[in-house]
Nanobody
């Protein structure tokens, strides 16, 4: 059973960098053919895909967020991290980490963490 848990500050000031970590247990983030994703849901809106880091360390980002997004990993801790720079209140959302299988399939999700961008 894979478990995923997001962690990080719940409040970030405008123009700063949002940083969240997803800790994975029950499975390795280097296992072939899995992609470790970040997804968010702003208040009153649908889910928005941010990007992923693959089993080989390759990354792929949403074109709308790519210029501000970086996803990295620490294989020794079985963690991957989202950094989103120059945040604005429009980045306020519940942020989820999830395991992506390809196509539209996600099989495991973290519980989500609320991040509010406000001064």
């Amino acid at each position: 059973q894979v478990r995923m848990q997001e962690s990080g500050p719940g409040l970030v000031k405008p123009s700063q960098t949002l940083s969240l970590t997803c800790t994975v247990s029950g499975g390795s983030i280097t296992t072939d053919y899995y992609y470790w994703s970040w997804i968010r849901q702003p208040p009153g809106k649908g889910l928005e895909w941010i990007g992923y880091i693959g089993y080989s360390g390759s990354t792929y980002y949403s074109p709308t967020l790519e210029s501000r997004t970086s996803i990295s990993r620490d294989t020794s801790k079985n963690q991957f991290t989202l950094q989103l720079s120059s945040v604005t209140p429009e980045d306020t959302a519940v942020y989820y980490c999830a395991r992506f299988l390809g196509g539209t399939q996600y099989d495991y999700w973290g519980q989500g963490t609320q991040v509010t961008v406000s001064s």
